[in-house]
């Protein structure tokens, strides 16, 4: 059962102004995917900080043209319009930066803490309960960034699909009791603030550190598919740029960018 404490505009704008002054909202009880929104908001010079949310994606989008389940009431899906001043290479660090930011978020308003596995997703019990999807538009200088987040809050086992059920979960099935998704949108906003700023001021680091802390990637062994090669190795660390690490099994240690690659396969740490 999905939690039914379906989004009312009025009270979306209400709790979400009390937090960050001045924001921004965008909610839509049913739109194709806040990511899209999104961007035609940004193109058309929303400010930093914009939020797009809805309660319903038609057609929710994951990395790679994949899609992401996201009915009515399951979840929080929502996007948001980022202006960072700094060079292309380092836009990619969003997607950490945004990972910390909401393991944290659900670790503060549920009491559950999750497990980042590169660059992405995050999990509980090795199952995904986040997909992170951050885009980027500009080529010598960024113009913005689209930052998409989707948390399976209050999905029932039997509101994913049959191939999603062994490997996604949800914060109400974990919990057993729904949550209240604006108040869990709320506290994400508030880390995704703090953390950005910190990464403004200081650059990667603190967050390269805290990444390190929630994530489930490192010292396991894992299958990076490149599209045309596949590499076996040890996830050995992510780099000053965030980058992950790999030791193959033929002994090379190789870097990988996310857009890149993705982790298939780890042996959960839980
Ligand atoms: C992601 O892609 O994990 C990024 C997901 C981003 C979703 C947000 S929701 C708000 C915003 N608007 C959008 O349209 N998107 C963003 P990826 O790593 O490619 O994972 C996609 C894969 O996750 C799919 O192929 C499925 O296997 C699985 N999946 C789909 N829906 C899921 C769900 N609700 N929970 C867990 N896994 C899911």
Known sequence: MMGGNYFNDEEVRKKLANGIPGREIHYYAETSSTNTVARELAQAGAPEGTLVLADCQIS??????RKWLS????GLWFTLVLRPRMDPGKAAQ???????????????????????????????KGKKICGILAEMEGEETITHVILGIGINANMGMQDFSLDLQGVATSLSVELGHPVCRLALLDEVLRQFDCW???????????????????NVTLKQEVKVDCGDEI??????????????????SNGIVKSFNFGEVSVLRYESAF
């Open 231 to 248: 590499w076996l190795g040890e996830a050995l660390d992510i780099d000053d740029g965030g980058a992950l690490v790999v030791r193959g």
């Open 60 to 65: 929710g989008q994951g990395r790679l043209n």
């Open 196 to 214: 950005y700023s910190i990464w403004q001021r200081e650059g990667f680091e603190p967050i390269r550190a805290t990444w390190k802390q929630f």
């Open 94 to 124: 969003i997607t950490l930066l945004a990972a910390v930011a909401t393991a944290r978020a659900i670790e503060i308003n549920t009491g559950i803490c999750p497990g980042i596995k590169w660059p992405n997703d995050l999990l509980i």
């Open 71 to 74: 009915p009515s009431g399951g």
